[in-house]
């Protein structure tokens, strides 16, 4: 896990962010001989590297989201894509409620102003986060959390879930109904999905133009999930009143259109940025991937069961027994006599079942 180390000293001297030639260039001249690699979320971890591996095992990803990996590319090559899912919610949590705050009350375009030597009390009028209702489109780990924040400053809080059901999140606040009730209902809109198919777009032209004039949403999850053209458009036309956006499809983004648009506040991607997320994430991430090479629990992991079954203490002795079947298989069809024309195993024991598939596999590849 030397990479660990060297990952760790380029992210931190700011290099990797900021030259995606040398951090590409980098992943292909250094990856071959190492097992695991561990990532936060600016590095592209795309096929082409994963299959100029030849011993990883294991992609960590010190964080939540692992789009910026490719899971189907690792599960073919048979490594673990894992996550740590819960390090950083508090903190992704708490910027967006902050954002929520500012929104609501424009303390970053007044300091703004402030420091360029004004006192302008008229221009930042405010509004009330109380009896506002907050939709929450993704009630998961970050969702929940947010949902009991903005509780306390009286918000009431509906949202929208495929998969947390609505009696779950009616303990904690939230009335779930359709995306197109929600739309209409809510003064604020926050999403905290993970940014896949399904995801991108869900708020667009079409929705936007079913929300509240002058809705004001926030996206601390992924660039993408609000459409960024149809943001602009809305916050141009005064549909949307305002957006506090940590994420962009591109980051940094190239196009500056949104950052500048005076309803805008926005962060560099912060909501893992505190000492507690990156403690925590760091720590879940070594610890994880300690307890995988030992054949401990296996946490986080995200891509196949079946993937993960591989690597508990019963799938070895069973790997074993396959591969010792098959180099008797490869030996035998290596000799004069071969083919032959029926092999016949005899197994003992409570667990026939997994010795059977043990067995399979080397029987099709050597007969
Ligand atoms: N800005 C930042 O620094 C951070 C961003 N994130 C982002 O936040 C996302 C959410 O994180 P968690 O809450 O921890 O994940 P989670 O997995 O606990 O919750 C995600 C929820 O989204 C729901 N969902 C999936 N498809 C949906 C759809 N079409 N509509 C509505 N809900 C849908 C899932 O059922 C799940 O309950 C992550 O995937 C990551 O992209 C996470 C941490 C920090
Ligand atoms: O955990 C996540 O999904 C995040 O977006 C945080 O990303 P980061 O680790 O800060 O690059």
Request: with cysteine; proline share 5%; glycine share 8%.
């Amino acid at each position: 896990f030397l990479l660990i180390q060297k990952y760790k000293y380029l992210l931190y001297d700011g290099l990797l962010p900021t030259c995606p030639w040398l951090r590409n260039t980098y992943h292909m001249f250094s990856f071959k001989n190492y097992d695991g690699l561990v990532v936060r979320s600016a590095t592209k971890v795309t096929a082409d590297i994963i299959n100029a591996t030849d011993n990883l095992k294991i992609i960590g990803r010190a964080g939540t989201g692992v789009d910026n990996v490719d899971v189907d590319a690792a599960t073919k090559k048979g490594v673990i894509v894992m996550n740590t899912p819960s390090g950083n919610t508090i903190s992704a949590a708490e910027l967006t409620c902050i954002m929520l705050m500012n929104l609501s009350r424009n303390v970053p375009q007044a300091t703004m102003s402030m420091k360029q030597g004004n006192w302008d009390r008229k221009k930042f009028m405010g509004s009330e986060l109380f009896g506002k209702v907050l939709g929450i489109v993704g009630l998961g780990r970050i969702g929940k959390e947010v949902a009991s924040r903005m509780q306390s400053f009286g918000m009431k809080t509906i949202g929208y879930d495929p998969i947390t059901p609505p009696e779950v999140s009616a303990s904690w606040g939230v009335e779930q109904m359709s995306l197109e009730k929600l739309w209409p209902q809510c003064d604020y809109i926050t999403v905290h999905t993970p940014l896949m198919p399904s995801t991108v777009g869900l708020l667009s032209d079409e929705t936007f133009a079913l929300c509240k004039r002058g809705v004001k949403v926030v996206n601390c999850a992924r660039g993408g999930i609000i459409d960024e053209a149809a943001l602009l458009r809305a916050l141009e036309s005064g549909q949307c009143g305002g957006a506090g956006l940590d994420v962009f499809v591109e980051e940094p983004p190239k196009d500056r259109s949104l950052v500048n648009h005076p309803n805008v506040i926005s962060c560099p991607h912060l909501g893992a940025s505190t000492k507690e997320a990156q403690a925590r994430c760091g720590e879940d991430i070594a610890l994880q991937i300690v307890d995988m090479v030992k054949g401990k629990n296996l946490i986080g992991a995200v891509n196949a069961q079946v993937l993960a079954s591989t690597f508990s203490q019963e799938s070895h002795q069973l790997i074993k027994l396959g591969e010792a079947v098959g180099a008797v298989l490869q030996s035998c069809s290596a000799s004069p006599k071969a083919p032959w024309s029926h092999v016949q195993i005899t197994t003992q024991g409570e667990v026939i079942g997994y010795v059977a598939k043990a067995l399979w596999l080397p029987l099709v590849v050597y007969m």
